[in-house]
């Protein structure tokens, strides 16, 4: 295997990250991004891994607890905690954006 990542694929992973990075970040990655590619990859190199195995951190044992029906909150109480707000409304940033043709 090669020994580091293109810059064109680090700086593709920082876009979908949505992180700028420096140019000694950059290179820094090249390799240390390599190298965790290399020790998840060794995963399917694992005799009798299957997809048929389930690996849960619970087990059936496991309790959970009733759902019950509490008190509403007042949309003021609410509203104290969130960062951004106008009117009633929770304010969030744009996830998707809007596209052109629709």
Same mark, same amino acid.
């Given at each position: ?14 876009? %979908? ?36 195995? %389930? ?18 909150? *007042?949309?003021? *109480? ?25």
């Amino acid at each position: 295997m090669k020994e580091k990542l293109t810059r064109e694929q680090i700086l593709h992973v920082a876009d %979908l990250a949505r992180i700028k990075l420096t140019e000694e970040e950059i290179e820094k990655y090249q390799v240390q991004l390599k190298k965790l590619l290399e020790d998840v990859e060794k995963i399917n190199e694992v005799k009798g891994y299957d997809d048929d195995i %389930l690996i849960a951190c619970w087990d059936e044992n496991t309790h959970l607890r009733k759902d019950e029906e509490g008190q509403m909150l *007042e949309p003021k *109480e609410v509203l104290e905690n969130a960062p951004r707000h106008a009117g009633n409304y929770i304010e969030v940033p744009v996830v998707i954006a809007e596209s052109e043709g629709a």
